[in-house]
Structures are given as structure tokens and as C-alpha cells.
């Protein structure tokens, strides 16, 4: 509807505000599960952010919810200051950063961030995956910003996530 401009911004925010409420409402029934995964499998440590100064934080936090029901430890920023996910990723340890992106505007902090993550985490073998409305309309632009995948949803992003820290291993044993 926003895209459409059948909505003003003040009822976009006024309906984003209740979507959050009621995910956060919701969160204790959707995680009911998440205790007996988790103690199922190895640690697996993720971070999910938005770039700095953006300030879409819907998908980011439905995305922490279902990485956080599937075991996953999770750190969340949603609305990163400059430099706040190089010094968490520099301050511990994590096999995959997530990042999301909505517009064209994006790209060039994406790809800056992305680059410097890579340097600056503690995890040489880094997983990096992208997500966001950017990506679904222009998927090309995993590689041009030096992402190692990216997902169309929740449940794609946990398979894609998977397969980026089996694959880590694989490379530490060989």
C-alpha cells in the first residue's frame, strides 16, 4: 500500500508499530520450541543488522525470531550506529552476518561494510548473507556487493545460513 501511495506515512507507521507489538507479543509461543533445538545441536552464532542509519527494522526482526527459534544465538541491531557491527563482530564471535537492503542507495555502504566485516571479525571464515527487498528485485547484486548468498525468506535464509557454516567446516578440516 505504501508503494502504491494508498497510505500516508503516518498510518504506514501506525500499522509497522502494531506488526511490532504483535511480533513481540507473539515471540514467547513462537520461540515455545526453540530450548529443545538449541540443545540438539552445536552453537551456532549469527548477527543480523540493518546498515546504519536506515531505519526499516520489520524484517530484521521477524528474521531474529525465526533464526533464534531454530537454535541459533543471536545478536540483532536494528538501527546500527556507525561502526557498531564491526565492533560487535570484532568483540566476539559469530559464523554468519546477516544484512538487509531496500534501496539502490544502499549498495556502496553494503559492499563497504561488507568488505570491513570480513576484516574485522573475529571469525576468519566469516559467512556473510543479504537479504531485503534490494535483493529480491535485483539478486545479481549478491556478488557485486561480495555477499556469499542471499534468501528470499525466513525459512531459505535458515537453509542458506546452514549451508554457509557447513561449509566452514569443511574448509577448517581440509
Partial sequence: LWEADTCNFSEVTLCLWRIQTMLYDLSPAFQSDASARASAQTE??????????????LGVSVLSEFFRRDGWVTLTIPSP???EIHYSLSMDWFDVLALSASTDREIEDLAKIIKA???????????????????LRHPELVRVVGADGSAEDATSALALAANLVQHQKEVRLN
Fill in 117 to 135: 566485516a570480513r576484516k574485522t571479525s573475529r571469525n576468519p571464515r566469516l559467512a556473510i548473507m543479504v537479504g531485503g527487498a534490494l535483493f
Fill in 81 to 83: 550506529q556507525p561502526r
Fill in 44 to 57: 551456532r552464532r549469527i548477527l543480523i543488522a540493518n546498515l546504519p542509519g536506515y531505519q526499516h527494522t
